[in-house]
Structures are given as structure tokens and as C-alpha cells.
């Protein structure tokens, strides 16, 4: 079975900063994807970034990007230039690469950017 | 932009009550799932329906849960008697056959 772990329940950060948020991973999977989602205080889930395990490059949006060490089992998220806006829940997720398969999440990390 | 909508935003039920929550997933997706996110906590899979029929469905999603896709575009997740502990956030997604799943912005339940 498939477990992601986020080992920061709860960060802060000045607005402006760079942040950094840890996820691990544990699959026997060797194709499967890896999502940061968003939760604002609204609850509505947004997707950040995605990353696909086959790829090597990591992925970026924006002020979004990513460090995927496939072996470690590693997919931390970077968030450049943090804003208010950016204050939130962040959702670590994986999913097999699979038609229709279920999306598993970590436990989150709740991010406060601090004016 | 097309995008997943839930209603309603906010039921509100007594414990042993029959609620359906409903969703109107994107026009052209395949793929279907109920998530539940009880306050504070991650968010947790329930289901998924693919072809008018169940794929996969977790251990919490027991006989007091059905799904149902009665008309080709609402896609309805059923309590049958609920529990204080149903009381949760409850995220339907749909998807075509990519991999990213779109959420609709949730129903929260609250059971009294």
C-alpha cells in the first residue's frame, strides 16, 4: 500500500520569503504521479503542481517548483517570493499511474505567510 | 471554464437520516470518486466509479454508502442512516482519461 507522509504539520514564514515543504513517499510503484494540492480556508481543493515519476526534470509553476528524488522517495515543494495569498493547507499527494485510481493524500501542512 | 459543482454547500442532518449529496461532474469526464475530509484531518478516499459501476472503494465506504449516476450527469453519493462521524467535508472529482482529477468544492455535512 501506498502511505505519504508530511512531517511538518504547521509552518510560518515572512512574507517575501522562500518556503520549503517536506513530503515522503513509500510505493513499490515504479509509474505513478505526485501532486501538491492547496486547501485555503474556503476547503476547496486546487492543484498546485504535478509531477510525473517518469520524468526526471522537476516541475515548476510560476513561483511553484518542486525537488523530486525519485529514489529517496522525496517531493518537497517550493514556494519562492510567498505572498498572503499563498497562506493555506498543502496537500502532498501520490496516485499510480492508472486509469482510474484513487488519489492519496498526506496529512498536510498548514503554511502561514506572515505580512 | 468547465469545473466540477457540488450541492449543496452545507446539509445539515439528524443522526439516523437518509442524506444524498450531489455533484455535477465535468461534461466529457469517465471517471468519478467521492473523498471525505473530516475537520483537521487529511483528505480520505471513498470511491470510484468508472462505466456505471464501482472500480474501487475503501473500507470506510460500507453498506451505508451508495453512489449512483441516475441521468448521465449527476453523479450522488448516499448516506443511509447517518452517524455523528459522517459529519466531514465531502469532495467529489471527476476526470477524463489524464491523470488530474478535478474537485469540486465540497459539501460540508454536519450530522446533529
Known amino acids: 500500500a501506498q502511505t505519504v507522509t508530511q512531517s511538518q504539520p504547521e509552518m510560518s514564514v515572512q512574507e517575501a520569503e522562500t518556503v520549503t515543504l517536506s513530503c515522503t513517499y513509500d510505493?513499490?510503484?515504479?509509474?505513478?504521479?505526485l501532486f501538491w494540492y492547496k486547501q485555503p480556508p474556503s476547503r476547496q481543493m486546487i492543484l498546485v503542481i504535478r509531477q510525473e515519476a517518469y520524468k526526471q526534470q522537476n516541475a515548476t509553476e510560476n513561483r511553484f517548483s518542486v525537488n523530486f528524488q525519485k529514489a529517496a522517495k522525496s517531493f518537497s515543494l517550493k514556494i519562492s517570493d510567498s505572498q498572503l495569498g499563498d497562506t493555506a493547507m498543502y496537500f502532498c499527494?501520490?496516485?499510480?499511474?492508472?486509469?482510474?485510481?484513487?488519489?492519496?493524500f498526506g496529512k498536510g501542512t498548514r503554511l502561514h505567510i506572515l505580512p | 471554464e468547465p469545473e466540477v459543482t457540488q450541492t449543496p454547500s452545507h446539509q445539515v442532518t439528524q443522526m439516523g437520516q437518509e442524506v444524498i449529496l450531489r455533484c455535477v461532474p465535468i461534461?466529457?469526464?469517465?471517471?468519478f470518486y467521492w473523498y471525505r475530509q473530516i475537520l483537521g484531518q487529511k483528505v480520505e478516499f471513498l470511491v470510484s466509479?468508472?462505466?456505471?459501476?464501482?472500480?474501487?472503494k475503501s473500507e470506510i465506504f460500507d453498506d451505508q454508502f451508495s453512489v449512483e449516476r441516475p441521468d448521465g450527469s449527476n453523479f450522488t453519493l448516499k448516506i443511509r442512516s447517518t452517524k455523528l462521524e459522517d459529519s466531514a467535508m465531502y469532495f467529489c472529482?471527476?476526470?477524463?482519461?489524464?491523470?488530474?482529477?478535478?474537485f469540486g468544492p465540497g459539501t460540508r455535512l454536519t450530522v446533529l
Open positions: 461534461s466529457n469526464h469517465l471517471y
Open positions: 466509479f468508472y462505466n456505471n459501476e464501482i472500480s474501487e
Open positions: 472529482a471527476s476526470k477524463s482519461g489524464g491523470n488530474e482529477q478535478f
Open positions: 499527494a501520490f496516485m499510480k499511474l492508472s486509469r482510474d485510481d484513487k488519489i492519496i
Open positions: 510505493t513499490s510503484e515504479n509509474n505513478y504521479y
